[in-house]
């Protein structure tokens, strides 16, 4: 079974304000030790941590080994203030005070740094990107901080150009990266930028009635179109689910993930193949000392 590139062990996969009730001031750590079950019992061997404000993380990263998994985790995020990520992280106004949340993950065991550089998917209009991106300016200058201490970057971003921008600064990842160009796709290529495009966070959504649906299978139409071009240019991607996201189980993410991916691309030894190779790209260099050069 494949690894889990993008999860959230804080988050439930059904309601984000009952998950945070339930680990703000204490770990609810049976919660979070039969999420580790469920991946165990699949096979999942890999996990990569998208980040937290609520000591889930570092709880994960002490017990994770008793249940086989290698677990990667940034700790948490990091956002500039008034801009999207508070949800994941700590916010920052300098870049003085973004160096001191990086070197404060270092202390409590980060394996690489996560950056948030654009707001969320609107699900209720069609190609609108909640929240200002952050500039190029900012953009390499987070990067270059987090590379000189030797960690990678995973990178929160959504939009053709904050994701054009963010691979032209250096991040090690694109998650999500919603409404994608060829010029954006071009950048990641050029740059060795890997893609987590975390399908079922749109595909699982059809149905649901919590959004318009004409909205969300546009939207989905984008990420197969935008998916099938990627591997066209040979951008390389991998298999991460946002699992906690809505709709998006542990464990079960991951599975719903490579499905989608089969019915974008075809099923096959060569699908498996390209996913194997996008996993180990994401194992080898999120890891401490990891950085590409």
Excluded at 90 to 110: N, P
Excluded at 199 to 228: A, F, M, W
């Amino acid at each position: 079974m494949f690894g889990e590139c993008h999860a959230h062990l804080f988050m439930n996969g059904y309601d984000y304000r009952k998950a945070v009730a339930l680990h703000k001031g204490h770990v609810a750590e049976d919660v979070i030790r039969g999420y580790l079950s469920e991946y165990q019992r699949r096979g999942i061997t890999f996990i990569r941590e998208g980040g937290d404000d609520l000591g889930v993380s570092s709880l994960v990263k002490r017990i994770a080994g008793e249940y086989g998994i290698d677990y990667r985790s940034p700790v948490f995020a990091i956002h500039k203030n008034h801009h999207y990520g508070g949800i994941v992280g700590k916010g920052f106004d300098t870049m003085e005070e973004y160096r001191e949340l990086v070197m404060e993950a270092i202390r409590r065991g980060a394996d690489f740094i996560k950056i948030m550089l654009s707001g969320l998917v609107d699900f209720d209009q069609y190609g609108v990107i909640t929240s200002s991106p952050l500039t190029y300016e900012e953009m390499r200058e987070m990067v270059a901080i987090a590379h000189q201490e030797g960690l990678s970057v995973m990178a929160h971003v959504n939009g053709a150009e904050p994701v054009r921008l963010a691979a032209m600064a250096g991040v090690d990842s694109i998650e999500h990266g919603r409404y994608l160009g060829e010029e954006s796709l071009q950048a990641m290529k050029e740059h060795h930028t890997l893609w987590v495009p975390t399908l079922v966070t749109v595909k699982n959504l059809i149905g649901c009635d919590r959004y318009p649906k004409e909205v969300v299978e546009q939207i989905y139409q984008s990420d197969r179109d935008h998916v099938k071009q990627a591997k066209r240019m040979g951008v390389q991607m991998a298999l991460g689910s946002d699992a906690g996201a809505y709709l998006v189980p542990h464990g079960k993410g991951i599975q719903d993930e490579y499905r989608a991916f089969q019915e974008i691309l075809g099923a096959g030894s060569e699908l498996d193949a390209y996913l194997q190779s996008g996993e180990e790209a994401i194992r080898e260099r999120f890891q401490r000392g990891g950085v590409l050069q």
